[in-house]
C-alpha cells in the first residue's frame, strides 16, 4: 500500500481523508491495511481491539507488539471491540476524522463478514424499515447517505463492502459503491444512486440490469433502462408471456435474423448486414411475422418484439 501524501493544514483535510478511506473501502482493504493507513495519515500508533485481538501499526507501516497495553488518546467504539489512535500529549487536528473513518471501515469489514447484521440486510425488501435501519447502524451508514449496489455473479464481488444475497434468478453477489468508484467487471449490473435507506430499489435495478448483461454489453447500468424497470417488475419468468415463448422457439441464426429486421433501416440493408439474398431475407422476413403472430417491422412489432426480448432475457436461466 502507497503511503498518502502529509495532508496540507490548508486543504479541506476531512474530505482528504474521507476520500483516502474510501478508495481503501472500495478494493476490499483489509483491516490491517486500514490501520496501517490510519497510523500513517495521523503519524501515530493506530490500533483496533476485535473480540479481544489486538492489532497496532506503528507510522512506518510495521507490526506493534498486541501484548503493550495500549494507550488510546482517541477512541471509538465497534462491534464488539474499538478502534484508537495512540498519542502522548495533545491531539492533532486530524485524530477524530482519522480514527472516525477507521472505525467506519472496519465496522464495514465486520458487517461485510456477517450478512445477516450487512450489507444483505439492508438491500432486502423483504424486512421492514426498523429492520434496515438498525442494519444501516451496524454499518455506520447514514439513511440519507447516498449509495448504489452493484449485482455480479457469486463470488466476484465488485467492492470490499459485499455480501452474497439470494435472488429469484439465484445466488447473487451484491457490492455497494459509495462514491462512484467502483468500476466492475461483466457479467455486472450497477443499480441506481439513491438514499441508503431505500438501498432494496438501487439493488433491484443492479439484478435486472445484471440478468440483461451479455458479451457484448457485460457491464448494464440500470439507469439505462429507464420506464423498461416497471415491465420487469410485473415480470414473472415462471409464466412467460406467449410472446417471449415465441422468441425463445427461435434458433440462434432466426434470432440473429429477426434482430437485424428489426434494427436494420430497411429490409435491404439488413440483407447486406446479414450477407443474405434480398428476396430470401424477405421469405424469411415473412414466415417469422407468421410464427411471431405480428411483424417485426411494424410499428407495433417493434415494441412487442422488444419488450419480449427484453423479458426473454431476464427469464433466461
Avoid at 488518546?73 to 498519542?87: A, K, M, N, Q, T
Avoid at 435472488?167 to 451484491?174: C, E, F, K, V, W
Amino acid at each position: 500500500m502507497s503511503q498518502p501524501a502529509s495532508l496540507d493544514p490548508d486543504a479541506d483535510e476531512t474530505l482528504r481523508v474521507i476520500k483516502y478511506f474510501d478508495a481503501l473501502m472500495s478494493v476490499g482493504t483489509s483491516v490491517d491495511g486500514y490501520l496501517r493507513a490510519a497510523a500513517v495519515m495521523a503519524d501515530a500508533v493506530a490500533g483496533a481491539d476485535r473480540g479481544g485481538r489486538i492489532s497496532r501499526f506503528t507510522p512506518d507501516g510495521r507490526k506493534a507488539p498486541a501484548d503493550e497495553t495500549p494507550h488510546g488518546s482517541v477512541v471509538r467504539p465497534i462491534e464488539d471491540g474499538s478502534v484508537w489512535l495512540e498519542r502522548t500529549g495533545a491531539a492533532h487536528r486530524n485524530d477524530e476524522i482519522v480514527v472516525d473513518r477507521l472505525a467506519f471501515a472496519v465496522g464495514f469489514l465486520d458487517a461485510r463478514n456477517d450478512p445477516s447484521s450487512g450489507l444483505a440486510l439492508i438491500v432486502d425488501a423483504g424486512r421492514s424499515v426498523d429492520e434496515r435501519a438498525a442494519g444501516l447502524s451496524r454499518l455506520h451508514l447514514d439513511p440519507a447517505g447516498r449509495i448504489r449496489v452493484i449485482a455480479t455473479d457469486l463470488g466476484k464481488a465488485a467492492s470490499g463492502i459485499s455480501a452474497a444475497v439470494p435472488t429469484r434468478y439465484g445466488i447473487l453477489q451484491a457490492s455497494l459503491d459509495l462514491n462512484g468508484s467502483v468500476e466492475p467487471s461483466g457479467p455486472a449490473g450497477i443499480g441506481i444512486w439513491t438514499r441508503a435507506d431505500h438501498a432494496p430499489e438501487s439493488w433491484e435495478g443492479a439484478v435486472f440490469a445484471h440478468r440483461l448483461s451479455v458479451p457484448e454489453t457485460p457491464v448494464v447500468n440500470a439507469d439505462d433502462l429507464g420506464a423498461m424497470v416497471i415491465l420487469a417488475r410485473a415480470y414473472d419468468p415462471d409464466t412467460p408471456h406467449p410472446d417471449v415463448e415465441a422468441l425463445t422457439r427461435l434458433d440462434a441464426r432466426s434470432a440473429e435474423v429477426l434482430n437485424t429486421l428489426v434494427t436494420a433501416i430497411s429490409i435491404r440493408s439488413a440483407a447486406t448486414d446479414l450477407a443474405m439474398h434480398h428476396s430470401t431475407l424477405q421469405a424469411k422476413h415473412e414466415m417469422l411475422s407468421r410464427d411471431l403472430g405480428y411483424d417485426p417491422r411494424s410499428t407495433a412489432g417493434r415494441m412487442r418484439y422488444m419488450a419480449a426480448e427484453f423479458l426473454r432475457r431476464l427469464g433466461t436461466d
